[in-house]
């Protein structure tokens, strides 16, 4: 394929971190609602999800508060939507509904797990005082004991990773090997050829196992 930029340098406008901090949280037995129309005995729990997650105002404070000449103070709410992936009894669907936080008997109004963060980054004051500076934030979450509480809710275990970066847009000059190449065109899955003739063959296809072996599961991709 003919290459359509040669090596050089370009000019490209990226967000740059200018300094960052990092946050573990666990919350054990957390109770959940789930947004179920119908009772949750009519499903199979399978696993929880996770959507990205955001960055929120603490009550009605500004993100940036300047400290010093080169420091200033980052409040602000990680925001994880959770969800739980449900299989439905009666024919098997899977559905994923909202899992929205409970405290005591009042349930949230939104799925969203709320984690604050109170930090002191390294940035220069007159860039804070110009607003160039933006937070952002990353999150893993991993999630252990999953039980069935009363009505639809469930209580589950979460671990939370998170990273908040200060950010700023700058023109980042960067050196380019040229343009990507165009990728291979996309392919449907196609069907086995001669598939029953292979299938009956006894010297291609060997018969298959009735049951699951008694030791774990080691093969990637099992299914629980």
Same mark, same amino acid.
């Given at each position: 394929?003919?290459?359509?930029?040669?090596?050089?340098?370009?000019?490209?406008?990226?967000?740059?971190?200018?300094?960052?901090?990092?946050?573990?949280?666990?919350?054990?037995?957390?109770?959940?609602?789930?947004?179920?129309?119908?009772?949750?005995?009519?499903?199979?729990?399978?696993?929880?999800?996770?959507?990205?997650?955001?960055?929120?105002?603490?009550?009605?404070?500004?993100?940036?508060?300047?400290?010093?000449?080169?420091?200033?103070?980052?409040?602000?709410?990680?925001?994880? $939507?959770?969800?739980?992936? %449900?299989?439905?009894?009666?024919?098997?669907?899977?559905?994923?509904?909202?899992?929205?936080?409970?405290?005591?008997?009042?349930?949230?109004?939104?799925?969203?797990?709320?984690?604050?963060?109170?930090?002191?980054?390294? %940035?220069?004051?007159?860039?804070?005082?110009?607003?160039?500076?933006? $937070?952002?934030?990353?999150?893993?979450?991993?999630?252990?004991?999953?039980?069935?509480?009363?009505?639809?809710?469930?209580?589950?275990?979460?671990?939370?990773?998170?990273?908040?970066?200060?950010?700023?847009?700058?023109? %980042?000059?960067? $050196?380019?090997?040229?343009?990507?190449?165009?990728?291979?065109?996309?392919?449907?899955?196609?069907?086995?050829?001669?598939?029953?003739?292979?299938? %009956?063959?006894?010297?291609?296809?060997?018969?298959?196992?009735?049951?699951?072996?008694?030791?774990?599961?080691?093969?990637?991709?099992?299914?629980?």
């Amino acid at each position: 394929m003919e290459e359509r930029n040669t090596r050089g340098v370009e000019c490209l406008i990226v967000d740059k971190v200018y300094d960052g901090c990092s946050k573990r949280e666990c919350m054990q037995n957390m109770p959940f609602e789930l947004d179920l129309n119908g009772d949750i005995s009519e499903y199979t729990f399978l696993y929880a999800q996770f959507g990205s997650s955001e960055i929120e105002h603490y009550e009605c404070e500004p993100y940036f508060t300047e400290m010093d000449e080169c420091h200033a103070r980052l409040k602000c709410v990680v925001a994880i $939507p959770i969800y739980a992936v %449900l299989r439905r009894k009666c024919d098997c669907s899977v559905i994923t509904v909202a899992a929205k936080p409970m405290c005591g008997n009042t349930v949230q109004a939104d799925n969203k797990i709320r984690i604050p963060v109170s930090t002191i980054f390294d %940035l220069n004051r007159k860039f804070v005082r110009q607003g160039r500076f933006s $937070p952002v934030s990353e999150c893993f979450v991993e999630a252990n004991c999953v039980n069935r509480a009363s009505g639809n809710q469930i209580a589950m275990t979460l671990g939370f990773m998170i990273v908040v970066n200060a950010v700023s847009k700058v023109s %980042l000059k960067v $050196p380019t090997f040229g343009y990507c190449e165009i990728p291979d065109e996309c392919r449907e899955e196609e069907c086995t050829p001669n598939f029953c003739e292979t299938f %009956l063959n006894e010297d291609i296809s060997a018969f298959r196992d009735f049951f699951p072996s008694s030791g774990s599961c080691n093969t990637c991709g099992c299914d629980d």
